[in-house]
């Protein structure tokens, strides 16, 4: 649906905010929910509708993402920080939710002003701020009871689900597509048993189920004039899971020095300087609360995450597209191969990654 200033508006009006509208329009270059900005007299605010789709439980979601803030939001008091969280407006009828005629789910947050956030990581300086926050985000919520949390995407880094949808994917061919792309599907399958070591050491009890953002791209974090992460956002897929979720997907957006879709595969690698200064900036704020095994299996969680998003994209290609938003019938295939191409070269400077972990722990 194509939204107008005049509906936007209309949707807006239905929280407990008193001011004048004076424009709105698209923000931000999410896959998943459409967010808007509202101008108005006094501030500025953040539309956004919230993909009911990908998101079920939005009710669930939406406890998680408050309590979570409250939290934050606390112990932020108590420190005397910098950092910020995105506060959530309540509606007329005193939920934090709006549904419209359509069924459609919208909220309201602050717009924070003054800052900014990047879609690559440009130099190191960036990259060890990003671990910083991150890392911070991971030590504040190390005492959060995540267990009290909803899976707002079940199984959304489980490596058995995750292959399992592959494999079946492959079989149903249901695009038509699977036989063109049978080499890519070959490497895949090899590399299968190696990718469920992460959820086999949680099986084991040998890590421990933590909150994780679960979503760590670098332009999930704002950054203020200064150069200094002030808050992570996107928080609708924060949830119980292991910290290398969150390290894992790091590394895979911040060092790619490609696109995620990039269709010349021969500019993308893992630059390990950039891997570096994030594993400096997240290991100060979480190497005291960790385990060694958590530690041990950080370098490792670069390697599965982006073998899970290639898997994830290539998945979604065989069945026709009908996850992510693409620009082209072949654009989850661009992106897959551009995480595999990233994956393999993580496992060319792999001696290198584990190395920079056991130094900086």
């Not at 409250?70 to 005193?94: C, G, H, P, R, W």
């Not at 597509?177 to 040998?206: C, F, N, W, Y």
């Not at 500019?267 to 594993?279: E, G, Q």
Request: proline share 2%; aromatic share 12%.
């Amino acid at each position: 649906m194509e939204y107008t200033r005049q509906n936007l508006s209309a949707i807006f009006s239905n929280f407990r905010i008193e001011d004048e509208v004076l424009d709105i329009h698209p923000f931000g270059s999410g896959h998943i929910n459409d967010t808007f900005k509202v101008a108005a007299q006094n501030k500025n605010y953040l539309l956004q509708r919230i993909n009911h789709s990908i998101f079920k439980n939005v009710e669930g979601l939406t406890k998680n993402l408050v309590g979570i803030t409250n939290f934050l939001e606390e112990k932020i008091a108590s420190e005397e920080s910098q950092m910020q969280v995105l506060y959530s407006y309540k509606t007329n009828k005193d939920k934090f939710i709006h549904i419209d005629q359509d069924g459609k789910y919208w909220r309201v947050f602050d717009f924070i002003e003054n800052a900014y956030s990047f879609d690559r990581a440009e130099n190191a300086d960036i990259a060890f701020e990003g671990g910083h926050t991150f890392g911070w985000f991971v030590r504040m919520l190390s005492d959060y009871p995540a267990g009290t949390l909803i899976e707002t995407i079940p199984d959304f880094h489980n490596a058995d689900y995750r292959i399992k949808a592959f494999k079946k994917s492959v079989l149903d061919n249901k695009a038509g597509r699977a036989g063109s792309v049978k080499p890519i599907i070959d490497e895949l399958l090899m590399r299968v048993e190696e990718m469920t070591l992460i959820h086999q050491l949680g099986k084991e009890g040998k890590i421990p189920v933590r909150v994780t953002h679960n979503d760590t791209k670098i332009n999930n974090i704002l950054f203020n004039e200064g150069g200094k992460g002030i808050c992570v956002i996107d928080l609708d897929t924060v949830m119980p899971g292991y910290v290398h979720f969150d390290f894992g997907d790091a590394i895979r957006t911040f060092t790619n020095t490609g696109d995620e879709d990039d269709d010349e595969l021969d500019k993308i690698s893992m630059d390990i300087n950039l891997y570096k200064a994030f594993t400096k900036g997240f290991l100060s704020e979480t190497k005291n609360i960790l385990n060694p095994a958590e530690i041990e299996f950080l370098a490792f969680s670069a390697k599965y995450i982006t073998y899970e998003q290639t898997i994830r994209f290539l998945t979604d290609f065989l069945n026709g597209d009908i996850y992510y938003k693409v620009k082209s019938p072949g654009h989850n295939l661009i992106r897959a191969k551009a995480q595999f191409a990233l994956l393999e070269s993580m496992e060319g400077q792999y001696e290198e990654m584990q190395r920079a972990i056991r130094e900086r722990a």
